[in-house]
């Protein structure tokens, strides 16, 4: 559970950055293990799911230790159960829900736009298909929340039952592992954000960043412009393998040379470097996916694009106060977002993002049955937490909570 209630919140801000396990272990800690009830259907367009795996996201992580902007907070009740990430078995279904019965194996998209809210005609942003957008979240039978897993009614993967909107159902392939269909919601993330600002195929594109969604995001671009080069950003070895697999065409190891210096080796660029201030580099990638989050990555990613050239945001960045904005105006760059996933368009067909990348994976495009590389019990969320910390040491990608056996 989460909850930033005023005396939690005090206690865990206080007491967190003296000891660590006050942010998920204290007496008031924002986030704690609890006992609740199973959750009632919201209404008869809705279904129970019993959780087979509960994935960990990085976003979870950064809820854990107060790292998000209050930016969300309107958009989230609490207290609620975290976990976004899922694939589990239908318990139980609304009268009005077709298509969908008991036993069947599913993946819940978290997106909680209009129509799961009961509100019709949609907003003006979910009948163009961007739910992702949608401006209705405050409203209709839900209360405010975005997103499964931050938000309270629905409840979250991290537990025994979470409840899913019609809308939000994709059932599995049989021929799709649990394991496999766990990591399609992260998948998404790159697949909506490629979608929407698509490389052209003499592009350069620099991933900077090699966890799991940097992971994914080189295996989306090679799936969807392939000719597009990539050039792939790594901290550890083991993060240099996967991309490898997906096929990235070369490999920075980040702490063992000067990211700036090989970015413009690579890219036959020039490194200028002011009097005052941050190097850049003149030319450089054509389009630069930030999958960290950090301000650091945020800052290097405006100063290694090419003029005209593309940043996308995928990682979280929250308050960046040390960034020099001036390459986003002196290089006409093009700066955007992307959130989760929406409906998006490839080659003609237009079709959810999470029917993308269930097909990338299910036909043999993009392998992922390797990636989940630690599971846990609920009640080992402890050591769940510090595994998140400490990647170098664990060689982890994927972690999830495992709940029912099948």
């Known amino acids: 559970m989460f909850n930033a209630s005023m005396p939690r919140y005090l206690f865990t801000r206080a007491a967190g950055p003296i000891r660590q396990s006050a942010y998920y272990s204290g007496p008031l800690s924002t986030t704690y293990m609890a006992d609740i009830p199973e959750p009632a259907l919201i209404n008869d367009e809705w279904v129970k799911v019993r959780t087979v795996y509960g994935g960990v996201c990085g976003s979870d992580i950064n809820l854990i230790f107060l790292k998000d902007s209050p930016y969300n907070e309107p958009f989230s009740t609490m207290p609620f159960v975290i976990g976004h990430e899922n694939v589990g078995v239908v318990a139980e279904v609304g009268s009005e829900v077709e298509g969908y019965a008991p036993g069947d194996r599913v993946v819940v998209d978290p997106m909680l736009p209009c129509a799961t809210r009961g509100i ?57 592992t649990d394991e496999e269909a766990l990591m399609l919601e992260a998948f998404t993330v790159p697949l909506h954000a490629i979608m929407r600002n698509r490389p052209k195929e003499s592009d350069t594109v620099l991933v900077y960043g090699c966890g799991m969604i940097g992971m994914m995001t080189v295996a ?92 996308v945001l995928i990682g979280l960045v929250t308050f960046a106060p040390k960034v020099d904005w001036t390459p986003v105006w002196f290089k006409e760059l093009k700066v955007t977002g992307s959130l989760c996933s929406s409906t998006d368009t490839h080659e003609g067909r237009t079709a959810k993002t999470f029917e993308w990348a269930r097909d990338l994976v299910a036909d043999g495009s993009v392998k992922v049955d390797h990636l989940l590389t630690h599971t846990w019990e609920l009640d080992e969320y402890e050591a769940m937490i510090e595994t998140a910390l400490t990647k170098g040491n664990s060689g982890c990608i994927k972690q999830a909570f495992r709940f029912l056996s099948r």
């Open 220 to 311: 989306g671009l090679k799936a969807l412009a392939p000719g597009c080069r990539v050039i792939a950003v790594a901290r550890y070895p083991f993060q240099a393998e996967v991309v490898r697999g997906f096929g990235a065409d070369e490999i920075i190891m980040q702490r063992d040379v000067d990211v700036f210096e090989e970015v413009a080796r690579l890219t036959g660029a020039q490194v200028l470097k002011p009097m005052i201030g941050g190097r850049y580099l003149n030319g450089g990638p054509d389009m630069v996916l930030e999958c960290v989050g950090s301000t650091a990555t945020l800052d290097d990613s405006l100063r290694m694009t090419k003029s005209g050239g593309t940043v």
């Open 120 to 176: 019709s005609p949609p907003c003006e942003r979910c009948a163009a298909g961007d739910y992702s957008q949608c401006l209705r979240m405050l409203e209709g039978s839900l209360p405010p929340g975005f997103y499964t897993g931050f938000t309270a009614a629905p409840g979250g993967s991290w537990s025994e039952y979470f409840l899913a909107h019609r809308s939000q159902l994709m059932k599995v392939p049989d021929s799709m």
